[in-house]
């Protein structure tokens, strides 16, 4: 069974960094593609950043100079580095894992920014 569990999630005030991470099991990692996406109360989920196979990546622009995505194909993880922070990040992150028809998610870890 595919898992994907995310780490790191918390509550930091605004100005602050978290670095989440995603560790994946029983797929072949370095073929997929690796998302965050994230979810606040209220709205629909929406893709914060992707990283391809090859490395290639892409950020939402509202997170744009702010977070960092990076892969480490030999640990099977991905990271998201979300440095000044700010209230409106506040949201559930999830880990996104998809390659061809194959689309896998984690159970999310919660992000508070809040003085």
């Known amino acids: 069974q595919v898992q994907l569990v995310e780490s790191g999630g918390g509550l930091v005030q605004p100005g602050g960094s978290l670095r989440l991470s995603c560790a994946a099991s029983?797929?072949?990692?370095?073929?997929?593609?690796m998302a965050w996406y994230r979810q606040a109360p209220g709205k629909q989920r929406e893709l914060v950043a992707i990283?391809?196979?090859?490395?290639?990546?892409r950020y939402t622009d509202s997170v744009k100079g702010r977070f960092t995505i990076s892969r480490d194909n030999a640990k099977n993880t991905v990271h998201l580095q979300m440095d000044k922070l700010k209230p409106e990040d506040t949201a559930v992150y999830f880990c996104?894992?998809?390659?061809?028809?194959?689309?896998?998610w984690g159970q999310g870890t919660q992000v508070t920014v809040s003085s």
């Open positions: 996104n894992a998809v390659s061809g028809s194959n689309d896998y």
């Open positions: 029983r797929i072949t990692f370095r073929v997929y593609a």
């Open positions: 990283i391809g196979s090859a490395g290639s990546i």
